[in-house]
């Protein structure tokens, strides 16, 4: 694949492309037609009868893995994150020691089927949410990379321990064209000596929904360690997004951010590459969603980071899943959480804010002709659009049938013009952590922010943003969701 970044440039922002540049969430997804056939067409070839069985099983098997990950004591959980180095000894450190099952869950034929026919197409709209904001972030499971970036794959190499899950996934893709090469491995060293040194580290590595299978936290961060020695350039984590899933992605943030950290001090220390050096080949930063690289703010709050993402339910989904009473509807809400880092130092670029002047509405309307005065136009509008406003428009389930529609939805990215703004990867964006509240003119939202220039620390913070104060910022507010970003000026920092 080729880079994924390019170099960042001076970025002028006016109201309209702060709007596009914020904008991340997606509204209600439709799982491609390709993979919508694919998985029919595997499930039919399955010729079971008892699938409806089948998928209640592996969803009981799920809320076992939730027990058993919860008997981790706290102590543990707090001294290998902090410094594993202290907690084991030097020979073992990084050895694994869990195998594949011990969690009590292995994917064989059934559990495999099961998790086609009521899974994978919410991962699916997780992993492409995910990338397709690492995307725009970036200026630029497989099903999901190939949507988002069709022509820069070259070469896959997939890890996958179970061998059901091999033959599905190759069943899956067989009648795609245009496939780059892919390799299948039962595990991270049978990659690492198959693959030539030259060739192991990887432009983007993604494990999705991998970390909370694996029963030790100790066996969690030597895989997390693995993957991001196979790393050149972004390294991807999502896992559900329950309260034991955002905490294995703060534990693996915590620990990966602090061991890049350890190593640069030790290089400057010992002197062993120059300044200039460190700073361009060391280092991690947060490319999302993270607007910082400090501590996170959440820690100890009784809330967790997680997004959600809608979507259609496929026709595999509405026959097999079942509902407690009442009909099923034809959407569901697939909660993530996730982190994605990049090598490197974080960079640094003007703030969207800085050097820009909004008026406030009193000023606003003396500017106003006289006539313009007699019906006030956007005052109605307000007054009209102040209801309940939705991230997701619902579709009608009666109306919505997967297995006919012969065109897959049109990303709006490939229409957009070269010289669209972007948001940057400096500082100067916050985050919009859970749904914002809209209440007559004034909107509140929950906002992880950068508190210094840099972006090493952060904060979680509560924003209210009123129309008579600024109606430019108040109407970008009215029209965010849960997971946009929020401009932010520098001289909201504590470092100017």
């Known amino acids: 694949m080729a880079s994924l970044i390019s170099e960042t440039t001076q970025k002028v922002f006016t109201p309209e492309t702060l709007r596009a540049a914020a904008k991340q969430s997606e509204r209600c997804l439709v799982v491609p037609v390709r ?42 959980l707090k001294e290998l994150v902090e410094d594993p180095l202290k907690s084991m000894e030097q020979s073992k450190r990084w050895k694994i020691k869990s195998a594949y099952g011990d969690i009590g869950l292995t994917y064989r034929d059934d559990e495999t089927a099961a998790y086609v026919a009521s899974r994978m ?30 022509k820069s794959m070259e070469k896959v190499n997939i890890v996958e321990p179970s061998q059901s899950m091999q033959r599905a996934g190759r069943s899956l893709i067989q009648d795609l064209k245009n496939l780059p090469i892919i390799h299948s491995y039962t595990n991270l060293q049978g990659l690492a000596k ?19 299978e694996i029963p030790s936290l100790k066996d969690r961060i030597t895989i997390v360690r693995q993957l991001w020695n196979l790393t050149r350039d972004v390294l991807v984590l999502i896992e559900p997004g329950t309260p034991h899933g955002s905490n294995i992605i703060s534990q693996m943030r915590s620990h990966l951010l602090w061991m890049e950290k350890r190593k640069c001090r030790k290089a400057k220390v010992n002197k062993e590459e120059s300044k200039d050096l460190i700073d361009l080949r060391s280092g991690v930063f947060i490319v999302a969603p993270c607007p910082h690289d400090g501590r996170c703010p959440l820690e100890n709050s009784g809330k967790y980071c997680h997004f959600v993402q809608r979507l259609q339910r ?15 509807r034809g959407f569901e809400d697939e909660k993530f959480s996730y982190v994605a880092f990049r090598r490197g130092q974080r960079p640094r670029e003007s703030w969207p804010l800085d050097g820009m002047k909004f008026e406030t509405l009193k000023e606003q309307r003396a500017k106003r002709n006289p006539e313009d005065l007699e019906v006030d136009y956007e005052d ?63 909107v509140q939202m929950n906002i992880c ?48």
């Open 449 to 496: 922010r950068p508190t210094n220039i840099d972006a090493s620390e952060g904060s979680f913070d509560r924003e209210v943003v009123t129309q008579s104060k600024n109606p430019t910022l108040h109407f970008q507010a009215r029209r965010s969701f849960w997971g946009d970003l929020w401009p932010l000026g520098s001289n909201e920092t504590s470092e100017v």
């Open 35 to 76: 993979l919508r056939r694919a998985i029919k067409k595997y499930l039919r070839e399955q010729e079971d009868p008892y699938m409806r069985r089948k998928v209640l099983r592996l969803s009981e098997s799920f809320s076992e893995i939730k027990k058993v990950n919860l008997h981790l004591t706290a102590d543990t």
């Open 314 to 328: 496929t026709s595999s989904q509405r026959a097999y899943k079942r509902s407690k009473g009442d009909p099923l």
């Open 380 to 442: 109605l509008v307000d007054m009209e659009e102040t209801g309940d406003i939705v991230p997701y428009e619902e579709a009608d389930p009666s109306a919505y049938d997967s297995d006919v529609m012969e065109t897959d939805i049109v990303n709006d990215d490939e229409n957009l013009s070269e010289e669209t703004v972007h948001a940057n990867l400096g500082g100067g964006w916050g985050r919009i952590i859970f749904a914002p509240v809209r209440r007559g003119r004034q």
């Open 121 to 150: 197409p919410a991962v699916y709209s997780a992993c492409y949410r995910v990338l397709s904001e690492a995307r725009v972030q970036l200026s630029g499971g497989q099903w999901a990379v190939r949507e988002v970036w069709p």
């Open 194 to 212: 198959d693959v030539r040194k030259s060739e192991r580290e990887h432009d983007l590595v993604i494990a999705s929904y991998v970390l909370g």
